[in-house]
């Protein structure tokens, strides 16, 4: 497996106040492509036409996102505001290209990042002063490195605090409907993942670990239907899929799925969360009860919508024991 970019040792800062108060809170985040000004600047004259598909191992974006993601201090400066505002002890990062990218809008964090050349990486920032460790990529869901990598990081390692995070960003362009749809192949691809991360969250309850999973899941849980696999034995729903409570410390509970929709700003084309926070039974025990967050963007910003993200931040908070 790759070594994922791992910076910054943790834990040598004192925790924050709200560590010291036994909680965490935890979030995601999808940033569309947030990418160093110089980085961005040297790729857009080598995009990719729209329908192109970049492997893992390129470093180039779209020709689509060149003129609308051309973002000026402005824009980093309002996302750094909602950082602020999200104020994560750990926050899983979509589309983000590493420490130097994330570090535009970020300050006092520690990083794991998937090490594939891509700039759409998954990471998790870690506020300094909590121990992790970052571990290996999770290859596997990333089909041979034609989708992306997963992202994983224990933190509080070898305490009685332990506990595994996985950030994901899985394959778009399957929101709803069943994954067996033949007219759309990437509800194939997404299928494909399913197992390969059931995988992982099984290898994690056998292990008697304490886990969850945080991401982009491009995939609308909320208006599923049916059950998990059609009578061929092909994957119909994610949830359903992923959630079989076999073995039961498998058992998962997605924040996200009952909470009330808040769209980022008032023209928002979308009414269901597909950035999930998912925690095996074990952890999902310490959940803190009327903690979710969501993050959205101020009417002042609704104008530079196209220049922040066309997602916004959701989180939890947990009890630490």
Known sequence: ????????????????????????????????????????????????????????????????????????????????????????????????????????????????????????????????????????????????????????????????REFTLMAVHLKSGCPAGPLTDARNPDCATLARQLPLLEQWIDAQASAGRRFGLLGDFNRRISVEQGGARDPDGRPLNMWAEINDGEPPDAALTAITLNAPFRKCIATDEFDSYIDLIVLGRKLAADIVPDSFQRVVYSPDDAGRYDRLSDHCPVGIELRLR
């Open 1 to 160: 497996m790759g070594l994922p970019a791992c910076v910054g040792p943790g834990g040598i800062d004192r925790p924050p106040q709200r560590i010291a108060a036994g909680r965490l809170r935890l979030a995601t985040w999808n940033i569309e492509y947030l990418i160093e000004p110089a980085t961005y600047a040297a790729l857009q004259g080598s995009c990719v036409q729209y329908g192109g598909r970049v492997p893992g191992s390129e470093r180039k974006i779209p020709c689509a996102i060149v003129p609308r993601l051309d973002r000026k201090p402005g824009d980093f400066a309002a996302l750094a505001r909602y950082i602020r505002e999200l104020d994560a002890d750990v926050l899983a990062l979509q589309e983000v290209d590493g420490p130097g990218a994330a570090n535009l809008i970020m300050t006092g964090y520690d990083y794991c990042f998937t090490s594939r050349a891509n700039v759409q990486k998954n990471g998790l920032a870690i506020r300094r002063g909590i121990p992790f460790r970052c571990e290996p990529d999770y290859l596997p869901l990333s089909l041979g490195d034609t989708v992306r990598r997963g992202t994983v990081v224990t933190l509080f390692p070898g305490t009685r």
